[in-house]
C-alpha cells in the first residue's frame, strides 16, 4: 500500500515573522542540460572529470573530493556519473551515452560564481562536439534567507 504525505507549507507572516518574504541568498546554482553527446572513444566520464577539475580549479574553489563512475549497461544504462565536491558546494555531471543526454549543474555558496564554471565546462565541451546542443540553461538562488524578526 502506497502512502500520499501532505505537508502544509506557511509563509514567513504566517508564522509571525515581519517581512514576509525571503529578501538575499547565500548560493548560486546553475543547470544546464544538453544533447548530443558522444563518447566516441575519447569523451567518457574519465575525460568530463577532468574538465570539471580544470573548471573548479579555473574558479579557484577548494577541491575536497572528485569520483566518476562508468556504467556499462549491466546494470544502469551506458553512461557515468561525475561528482566534484567543493568546500562550498559541488559540480556534477550525469550523462546516458546512448541518448547522447548530459546534464551538468554547478551549486556554490561562497565567493565563485558557478556561472563561471559552467562556462568553461561548456567551453570545453562545445569546442570537442560540434553535434552538441544547448538545451538549458538556469539559474537559481539557494540557500534563501532575511533577517527575520519575530512580530
Do not use: Q
Request: charged letters at 25%; proline letters at 1%; aromatic letters at 10%.
Amino acid at each position: 500500500m502506497a502512502f500520499l504525505r501532505i505537508i502544509e507549507i506557511k509563509t514567513c507572516t504566517e508564522l509571525g515573522y515581519s517581512g514576509g518574504s525571503m529578501t538575499g541568498s547565500h548560493g548560486m546554482h546553475v543547470y544546464v542540460d544538453y544533447n548530443g553527446y558522444h563518447r566516441n572513444g575519447v569523451h567518457d566520464g574519465a575525460w568530463m572529470l577532468e574538465k570539471m577539475i580544470a573548471a573548479a580549479n579555473a574558479a579557484n574553489v577548494r577541491i575536497v573530493h572528485s569520483y566518476v563512475e562508468e556504467f556499462d549497461g549491466v546494470v544502469s544504462p551506458t553512461g557515468f556519473a561525475a561528482m566534484v565536491l567543493l568546500d562550498e558546494s559541488h559540480i556534477s555531471a550525469h550523462c546516458y551515452y546512448d541518448k547522447g543526454w548530459l546534464a551538468v549543474d554547478a551549486f556554490t555558496c561562497g565567493g565563485a560564481d558557478p556561472n563561471g564554471i559552467a562556462d568553461d565546462l561548456d567551453e570545453a565541451l562545445r569546442s570537442t562536439m560540434d553535434d552538441l546542443v544547448l538545451i538549458r540553461r538556469e539559474e537559481v538562488e539557494r540557500f534563501l534567507h532575511e533577517d527575520l524578526e519575530k512580530t
